[in-house]
């Protein structure tokens, strides 16, 4: 059986960090829809 690689990250955060960044950008990308929708703004 093949040796398996390490995984080399490329970023300082922990995996509960990253997927909590994750979880407000896409908060306020919801947040930020909503704000534009109710000015009337819509996507291309």
Do not use: N
């Amino acid at each position: 059986m093949a040796k398996k690689e390490p995984i080399l990250l490329k970023f300082r955060f922990t995996y509960g960090e990253l997927k909590q960044k994750a979880d407000v950008t896409l908060l306020l990308i919801d947040r930020d829809l909503a704000e534009f929708s109710d000015r009337g703004f819509t996507p291309a």
